[in-house]
């Protein structure tokens, strides 16, 4: 299940650790395995990680299971991940993230009908400053109002 390119990828990513701690580079192992199934890891992809690093499968699923950037069920081609932690909610987080699941008619935690998006709270992106915000990929959007949540997701393909 993961392809001998992904496997190169991985390896790459060992090389930078010292001879037999090859485990410390399973966040960038299940990150690469994740991108390459369409977002989302299972139980079997998280076993062949732990196979190719010759680590514990339990220490893949910790890993797996603890960060929030792990996805274990289908995603949609974007993630929306919305921060409610303290800043962000006194700042109208749990507005907005009501805003977004009515507009998109999609449940936090599910993936829109079209397959384009998925909404997922976190606990902090770590940008309190900017609250409320939410992340999207790579990028990181701030002081988030609904127009301005309308034109990011009129920007989505």
């Given at each position: 299940?993961?392809?001998?390119?992904?496997?190169?990828?991985?390896?790459?990513?060992?090389?930078?650790?010292p001879?037999?701690?090859?485990?410390?580079?399973?966040?960038?192992?299940?990150?690469?395995?994740?991108?390459?199934?369409?977002?989302?890891?299972?139980?079997?992809?998280?076993?062949?990680?732990?196979?190719?690093?010759?680590?514990?499968?339990?220490?893949?699923?910790?890993?797996?299971?603890?960060?929030?950037?792990?996805?274990?069920?289908?995603?949609?081609?974007?993630?929306?991940?919305?921060?409610?932690?303290?800043?962000?909610?006194?700042?109208?987080?749990?507005?907005?993230?009501s805003y977004?699941?009515?507009?998109?008619?999609?449940?936090?935690?599910?993936?829109?009908?079209?397959?384009?998006?998925?909404?997922?709270?976190?606990?902090?992106?770590?940008?309190?400053?900017?609250?409320?915000?939410?992340?999207?990929?790579?990028?990181?959007?701030?002081?988030?109002?609904?127009?301005?949540?309308?034109?990011?997701?009129?920007?989505?393909?």
């Open positions: 299940m993961i392809s001998d390119q992904a496997k190169k990828e991985i390896d790459f990513w060992v090389t930078k650790y001879e037999g701690r090859q485990s410390s580079a399973v966040m960038q192992a299940l990150t690469i395995v994740q991108n390459e199934n369409n977002g989302s890891l299972t139980g079997e992809l998280m076993q062949e990680v732990a196979d190719h690093l010759q680590m514990p499968s339990i220490s893949v699923q910790e890993v797996a299971t603890f960060y929030e950037n792990y996805n274990h069920k289908p995603v949609g081609k974007h993630i929306i991940r919305f921060c409610h932690n303290i800043s962000c909610m006194l700042n109208g987080s749990d507005e907005l993230i977004l699941e009515e507009k998109l008619e999609v449940k936090t935690g599910e993936v829109s009908k079209d397959g384009l998006v998925s909404v997922k709270k976190v606990e902090c992106l770590g940008a309190c400053v900017g609250g409320p915000m939410c992340q999207i990929g790579d990028q990181y959007h701030e002081h988030l109002t609904p127009s301005k949540l309308d034109n990011i997701l009129d920007n989505l393909k």
